[in-house]
């Protein structure tokens, strides 16, 4: 069974820096793509970042320049560099994988922004 851990989030002030990790593990297949996603209070989860096998990434408009995806294939684990912190970047924040066979999300991790 599929299980993707994540970690790293919590309170930040306004400026600051966050850096969230997601662990798959139990995949029987290999893994292609790896994002990140997240939920603000009221509103639909929205797309963040993505990277591929090959290492090339995709940002949302509103985080780039800003955060920073990246992989480390060998152990199965997909990282988000959070900087330069808002307030509306307040939220809850999911990874996802997708492998040949199907997809899988993380449990998500809490990320608020506040003075």
């Known amino acids: 069974q599929v299980q993707l851990v994540e970690s790293g989030g919590g309170l930040v002030q306004p400026g600051g820096s966050l850096r969230l990790s997601c662990a798959a593990s139990?995949?029987?297949?290999?893994?292609?793509?790896m994002g990140w996603y997240r939920q603000a209070p009221g509103k639909q989860r929205e797309w963040i970042a993505t990277?591929?096998?090959?290492?090339?990434?995709y940002y949302t408009d509103s985080v780039k320049g800003r955060f920073t995806i990246s992989r480390d294939t060998a152990k199965n684990t997909v990282y988000l560099q959070m900087n330069s912190l808002k307030p509306e970047d307040t939220a809850v924040y999911y990874c996802?994988?997708?492998?040949?066979?199907?997809?899988?999300w993380g449990q998500g991790t809490q990320v608020t922004v506040s003075s």
């Open positions: 996802k994988i997708w492998t040949m066979r199907d997809e899988y």
């Open positions: 139990g995949s029987r297949f290999s893994i292609y793509t």
């Open positions: 990277i591929t096998s090959g290492g090339t990434t």
